[in-house]
């Protein structure tokens, strides 16, 4: 479906929400406070992945050939395209699926509508969008919930498959690691500029090329025992999740700020001003734990704290895989992927070069 004639031009969806995306997650320093008051209910033994390591999904081992991966993610517009909208949340949610190494099964939506505000049809738009992005995934919404909101609010319980023995935990990375990333960095820098009216036809098209494109990759990627760990790259940014797989493996991580790939045009548009009030807040939950190089700008620091919407596979994998995991990121068209580190022995904290 062509987006220019999805939506009223009347109608800017973004208005409606006072953030938008990935960056409308709490900070992670308070996440971090408001985690540590919860717990205490015993885990049963099928709970393969739950909460203690921060990772994308629950997985609970049904039987011996099959777990279950559950996940849900919701956010406000990240743009003003309803269809667009929809599909970027879409497979934003479905990602923590492929980030476990798992095949998505099934998706419930999850729909929160000013509904005297908006008009339906804009509405509909926003449900066919996710539809789409889960009939490419090959998977029914096959229920939900709505509510009337103050905000406009959209995106999905996403339950999926995959092999006990193939879960991919962001935990597992192993010294002499390296690192490899799916997608080009910026999207947070892309929706404050074209919140702004700044970003043009070229750019947004880039975004929703990036947003819309399901990581489908985690799904081949599981099936290598070279690959030790995998996360997806969303709200903290790419410092945050690599934190957080430092914090899991207790290593280092070593990033090379020169071979992070970063989508067209970004830096200019962050030199210019455009950067996210998310990433401020990323830094300030972790930036104590990261030590960035004499040569790493304050443009490229927020290049690294930008909020990922729908964000690229981070993977650490045994220094022989990388060239096996980049031809399966490649084989799915993502042209951006790229080796940007390695794995250390040494504290749990991220260092760029």
């Known amino acids: 479906m062509d987006s220019a004639t999805s939506s009223s031009p009347d109608i800017r969806l973004t208005s409606f ?10 900070a992670p320093g308070v996440l ?13 033994a099928e709970l393969m992945v739950g909460i203690e390591t921060a990772d994308d999904a629950a997985v609970y081992k049904l039987n011996d050939e099959q777990a279950l991966i559950a996940t849900t993610d919701f956010f406000m517009p990240i743009v003003d395209d309803p269809y667009d909208f929809g599909r ?10 492929y980030a476990m190494g798992g095949t998505p099964i099934m998706a419930l939506a999850l729909v929160g509508m000013p509904v005297n505000k908006l008009p339906l049809e804009t509405i509909g738009l926003i449900l066919r969008g996710g539809e789409s992005v889960c009939a490419e995934a090959g998977i029914p919404v096959a229920g939900g919930h709505t509510i009337d909101s103050v905000e406009p609010i959209y995106g999905l319980v996403a339950l999926g498959l995959v092999h006990p023995s193939r879960v991919k935990r962001n935990s597992g990375a192993q010294a002499g690691d390296r690192l490899v990333l ?3 960095l910026g999207v947070g820098v892309y929706s404050a500029a074209l919140k702004k009216g700044a970003l043009d036809a070229e750019g947004y098209r880039t975004m929703i090329a990036s947003t819309t ?3 489908k990759p985690g799904r081949a990627l599981s099936a290598l025992d070279a690959v030790h760990a995998m996360t997806d790259v969303t709200g903290f940014g790419l410092l945050g999740h690599a934190m957080e797989l430092a914090r899991g493996a207790g290593k280092t991580l070593r990033l090379d700020m020169a071979s992070i790939p970063l989508l067209a045009g970004v830096t200019e548009l962050a030199a210019a001003g455009f950067i996210t009030g998310a990433s401020a807040r990323n830094w300030a939950g972790y930036g104590e734990q990261v030590e960035l190089g004499a ?3 304050d443009v490229q ?3 690294l704290t930008d909020p990922q919407t729908s964000g690229g596979l981070l993977v650490a994998c045994a220094p022989e895989a990388v060239p096996e995991v980049l031809e399966i990121f490649r084989a799915e068209g993502f042209g951006q992927a790229a080796g940007i580190g390695e794995v250390l022995e040494g504290p749990a904290a991220v260092r760029v070069a």
Do not use: E, W, Y
């Open 17 to 26: 929400s006072h953030g938008g995306g990935c960056g409308c997650k709490i």
């Open 295 to 297: 040569g790493v700008s």
């Open 182 to 184: 799916g997608k080009g």
């Open 88 to 97: 970027i949340a879409a497979t934003n949610a479905l990602s923590d699926v």
């Open 213 to 215: 494109r399901l990581n």
């Open 301 to 303: 620091r927020a290049l």
């Open 32 to 44: 971090a406070d408001i985690l540590k008051q919860s717990g205490g209910f015993p885990m049963p």
